[in-house]
């Protein structure tokens, strides 16, 4: 097992050491000169890559850290400015020149010469990307990264009142754990109504997005923009076909499981019908989990349980604590949701996150924790395009580590039976997560291979989707708009559309990734740690098969590992 070694930032060579990206012309001369540069040698080549990588870590840095400040504040016009200048004003003029060293790239005859074991998926990205680019689709790009952003203006300024305290949707969702089930019941009609409340304004700029992706796709040559964006994605290791036959074994493996879930804690509950205030709740007189007061005991809690793991991984969480890279506790006007964010230059990312003092927010933690651990191993990479790993390995490394760390979690938990119940809780998400995200691919299949299409075929799409990967347990009478538009909820679909099998397919690897560690954890975390520090020098498959899985959603390979969860969840369940 590797130990922890503080990252030392990389001198420039090729930009000064206190250079500050302003504006687009402190940018272009940089630009101008690579692309000018004659490139005589393998060596003068490989020089350049170098070059270029430099000046791609500093432009992404500044870029991350303006959309870091916009989330962690939203109501600062200052940070929305800054996010929007570059945007508007920096990215579209980066893209012409961004394809001009591509081509570069592509033609230079030593390119050829460059190591193909290492160089291959970047050459490959290189190579979609010059095919992909249009320049016409440049400030249309521009208009859609926007105002997808606004996505999170508006859910961040969503808050409901309970007992004369106003809190965010995120802070709300601890009282849907509460065993007083009138309380549940009057906190989520609030949530339901307040998310209606914003309805017609997400459909009208969700239809703005869906009108502007549709014609990024036609400019490009493609009949839609969800045949455009598997191209634009990468996803060179799978179909649309695959992501069918991924729904279809969702259906008949997973969701057997999710039911047995559901009728668990109906029983615990002692209810005779289920309703969608119950999902996260405790028989009466049974306390909801309290794993940590404040973001500072969580942080401090998730590093003692990092170190029970491997020391290179509290490692990581000591050293993004020092450099003020954690905001993690949920407030009005931050942004809703979680990430981590790699930050190209300096090594050491940054993690954002909405915690309210939840059993979720432990989980959060976790999975954000296991992105952060993936940008340390990654970064001594020689290029930054080398570390723009794709999500269905960047999720492997966040999911897997929620699965290690859980026999660590009496660190939050002293009680022997509050242990158990946050490992359960644990494993109903890693299963019922799985229906959810079948549920949102398929929709997003259907958004976008029918363009052109209203808001009420949507909503009729939709629902029929979302009756398919539903169980029938749960009874949601009174509640029929909200449920016809639940799908608003999801952020993916306003800001990162399509990006969401991925977490599929790598909570079938993390589950993979679970088993080996059972039967052997110190090579489990070993070939986890070898895969993570590959970054993208290899595809899919190849990282899947260092980490010592497979990278394989078909029926089988579903029903086998549905077959090793379904006892552990049985015992769970009774438990």
């Known amino acids: 097992m590797r130990t922890f070694e503080p990252l030392i930032q990389k001198e420039r060579q090729l ?89 570069k790239l592509l033609v230079c005859p030593f390119t050829k010469e460059l190591d193909n074991s290492i160089y291959f998926p970047y050459l490959r990205n290189v190579d979609n990307a010059a095919k992909l680019y249009r320049e016409e689709n440049v400030p249309l790009q521009a208009d859609m990264n926007l105002l997808a952003q606004q996505y999170g203006v508006i859910s961040g300024a969503m808050a409901v009142e309970v007992d004369g305290k106003e809190y965010t949707l995120q802070q709300a969702a601890k009282f849907l754990h509460s065993p007083d089930r009138a309380i549940r019941e009057t906190v989520f009609t609030k949530v339901a109504a307040r998310r209606i409340q914003d309805k017609d304004k997400l459909n009208e700029l969700f239809d703005q997005l869906l009108a502007i992706r549709h014609k990024i796709a036609v ?45 668990h804690r109906q029983k615990r509950l002692g209810l005779d019908t289920m309703r969608p205030w119950d999902g996260d709740a405790e028989p009466a007189g049974t306390e909801p989990l309290h794993p940590f007061k404040d973001g500072q005991e969580l942080v401090a809690k998730a590093e003692e349980v990092f170190n029970m793991l491997s020391p290179y991984f509290s490692g990581c969480l000591q050293t993004m604590q020092q450099m003020h890279r954690l905001d993690l506790e949920s407030r009005k ?34 999975h954000e924790g296991g992105h952060a651990v993936h940008s340390f191993l990654s970064h001594p990479l020689k290029l930054s395009a080398f570390k723009e790993y794709p999500m269905e390995i960047a999720e492997l490394a966040s999911m897997s580590m929620e699965l290690f760390s859980m026999e660590h979690w009496d660190v939050f938990f002293k009680d022997g039976n509050e242990l158990k119940r946050a490992q359960l809780e644990e494993m109903e998400r890693v299963i019922s997560v799985l229906p959810w995200i079948a549920t949102i691919d398929k929709y997003q299949h259907w958004l976008y291979t029918n363009p052109g299409h209203s808001i009420t075929q949507r909503e009729e799409a939709w629902l029929a989707i979302l009756n398919e990967f539903s169980n029938g347990i749960t009874d949601w009478s009174g509640f029929d708009e909200y449920r016809t538009n639940f799908w608003q909820k999801q952020l993916h679909l306003f800001e990162v559309p399509f990006y969401y099998i991925e977490y599929g397919i790598a909570q079938l690897g993390a589950i993979a990734m679970w088993r080996q560690y059972r039967g052997n954890k110190e090579q489990a975390l070993n070939n986890y740690m070898s895969a993570l520090s590959l970054g993208y020098t290899k595809t899919l498959k190849e990282l899947y098969a260092t980490a010592g899985i497979k990278f394989d959603f078909s029926a089988g390979y579903m029903k086998e590992l549905a077959d090793f969860v379904a006892p552990i969840l049985g015992e769970m369940g009774e438990a």
């Open 15 to 103: 930009l000064p050491i206190d250079f500050k990206i302003t504006d687009w012309e402190a940018l272009l001369p940089y630009f101008e000169e690579l692309i000018a540069r004659e490139l005589n040698s393998k060596a003068e080549l490989e020089h350049w890559l170098q070059d270029v990588s430099e000046l791609e870590a500093v432009i992404s840095e500044d870029a991350c850290w303006r959309q870091i400040k916009m989330t962690c504040d939203t109501t600062n016009k200052e940070y929305e400015e800054a996010f929007t200048y570059f945007c508007m004003e920096i990215e579209p003029k980066m893209k012409p020149y961004g394809f001009e060293l591509n081509k």
């Open 219 to 263: 400019n490009a040559g493609y009949d839609n923009y969800r045949d455009y964006k598997f191209r634009e994605l990468g996803r060179f290791d799978y179909t649309v076909q695959d992501c069918f036959a991924f729904h279809e074994a969702v259906r008949e493996h997973i969701m057997p499981l999710q039911a047995m879930l559901t009728r």
């Open 333 to 366: 006007g931050k942004a809703p949701g979680g990430y981590n964010c790699p930050l190209a230059e300096t090594g050491v990312p940054f993690i954002f996150m909405n915690a309210a003092g939840t059993m979720g927010d432990v989980i959060t933690m976790m």
